[in-house]
């Protein structure tokens, strides 16, 4: 009988590891991705947009250290339930949406479906894959599921800009559709069972807390966690830069402001096919030159791009805006890889959401400085799109220079993690 409990588990594991490449397809098929600032300037003046984008991102914030001790107490497949119908709910919030508070709400729902999902998504595949004594598979099983995430990224967005030519708010409509599929295949998923065999201490949530951010003790975790925080803000400029600056484009070229979202649309699924293929590639690009130089070109590339974007307003920059998501393709996988197996499975899930946590803070705050830049009832101009581009830049030199003066502490022997 326990050869056959066995058998059981390991068929519904292996399930586990088919389906989470479904899941993580349909959880980045965002058909929004393409339209969302120009559905929200549609409705919003600049500093509202901003702000709304704020809202999201504090949102994420209140929320994202919680999701993470819900992981770890509660189990993965809660948590990425709660995570896709939370999308269900913030699509349709913004398919019916007109005002500022409504669209409000609608970020909430949205920031829970995020934060729900970050950091559950990695200890689920990990978990999933450590139950069955592969955790060896976990870097290039890793790259393949950011691979296919941006695929299906780029056919959202293809699909998204197509039908927001007709009207913005029917991508959003796609999108619950998606969430909706994504909601389903979780509930075929199967709970680790190295989650149900977990006993947290009863010090509870601050425990978890003060458990987690000890292993900032180490060197490389230290170095590994400001890389996260640096490029949580940085990978966010362009995202949200880049449709105003299509728009300013599209001025200067005499397009029609219908088309918009069409031009978008390609230029989003371009950008997703370009990164997908980077994605498959970036553990062959760690093992040649280290994770340590690896991590830092994709924080290169990133503030390349923002600060061509801030000085140059030409169709021939839209080639280099393509590159936007291939930073975070050629990080994704390496990193993921070279802090999943440092985290004890009770603190995994905690451990990277306060890491999410305090990126997105970080960019929260960025983005109300910016909206303070752009000033109150602004409208999207080239000159305030330049300067706020710009002033990120500089940010992402600061980092650069920093993160570089101190790669020598990746050389440290890393700290073991607590046993499992």
Known sequence: MPDTDNHNLSAHLQ??????LWYSATYNTFFWLPVFFLFFSSHLTLDQVLKLEAIYYISVVALEVPSGYFSDVIGRKPTLLISSLAFVVACILFFFGESFGMFVVAQVF????????SGTDVSFHYDTLKALKRESEFAAREAIVARNGFYAAALGALLGGAIACFELRHAYGLSALAAIVTFAIVLFLREPPSHERLVLSGEGFFHQLRDCVGYLRSGPMRWLFGFAVLMTVLNHVPYEFYQPYLELLGRDLSLSVRSTPLVAGVATCLTMLIAGWGAGRSIRIRDRIGIGPALLLAVLLQT???????????????ALILLRSMPRALMAAPFNAAIAPL???QHRATYLSLQSLVGRLSFSGVLLMLAGIAGEGSTVHWEHISLMLKVSAILGIVGFVLLATTLSVMKEQREKPPPD
Do not use: E, K
């Open 15 to 20: 399930r586990n590891l088919r389906l989470y």
């Open 110 to 117: 949205l920031a829970a479906g995020i934060s729900f999902n």
């Open 304 to 318: 390349v791009i923002i600060g061509v974007m801030g000085l140059v307003l030409h169709p021939v920059i839209i």
């Open 343 to 345: 985290l004890s499975q």
